[in-house]
């Protein structure tokens, strides 16, 4: 059962998935102010008041159940002792506008997978006549390559950040965000494995140069 965190953290992932913008930073105040504002997402975030509101905007920068990570440290460290503290401030968040937001983008794909599974069907279309010469062994008709791949970007597109890849080249990053287009990060430190997107390495700490 999801809860508001939950929905708020989908809204998220939808406006930035709308954008291309999946596996780029983004000032903390785009979150609240223009990607999932208060009044136009209230009915669907099911909060009672604004301030409910402002306390989930909290959880989520502070990192809780790690759908972002926000960057520089200590203003993350900052919000999670005020999400913990016996009087929090709701409207904390707002002293740090330009704190940078990183989505999860594995606990991204679970919501965006979630919403192609449960897609409508695409409802069968029966041929008026069949064709009486068809033969049972004949090889099926050719079918065109699909012009978007599985994550719906283009073949020739970052599937992070939508931007254009050169044709015909070896290529370990994409040249306009610096994410890999396939394959599994490893810092570059220690070896760990690291999600697409993050600066540091959770087991390290050292700068993995994937931003």
């Known amino acids: 059962m999801s809860d508001e965190l939950d929905r708020l953290f989908e809204c998220l992932v939808e406006a ?20 999932v504002p208060y009044r136009s997402n209230r009915s669907r975030l099911k909060v009672a008041t604004h301030q409910d509101y ?11 159940r790690s759908y972002v990570r926000l960057e520089p440290e200590d203003v993350r460290e900052g919000m999670q002792r005020e999400v913990t503290s016996p009087n929090p401030d709701p409207a904390y968040f ?11 983008r594995r606990a991204a794909d679970r919501f965006l997978v979630g919403e192609r599974l449960y897609a409508p069907p695409v409802p069968d279309i029966t041929p008026a006549e069949e064709p009486e010469d068809v033969e049972d062994d004949a090889p099926p008709p050719s079918v065109a390559p699909l012009p978007f791949s599985m994550d719906g970007t283009a073949p020739n597109q970052c599937p992070y950040c939508g931007g254009s890849l050169p044709a015909g080249r070896k290529m370990n990053f994409c040249p306009h965000c610096g994410q890999p287009p396939s394959g599994e990060l490893k810092c570059p430190a220690c070896g760990s494995e690291v999600d697409v997107g993050w600066a540091y390495c959770v087991s390290c700490g050292r700068a993995t140069g994937f931003e």
């Open 54 to 64: 402002e306390m989930t905007v909290l959880r989520l920068l502070a990192g809780e």
């Open 94 to 104: 707002r002293n740090f506008p330009e704190a940078r937001v990183m989505v999860n």
């Open 16 to 35: 930035l998935a709308r954008e291309t913008r999946l596996a780029v930073p983004v000032p903390a105040s785009e979150v609240y102010e223009r990607l």
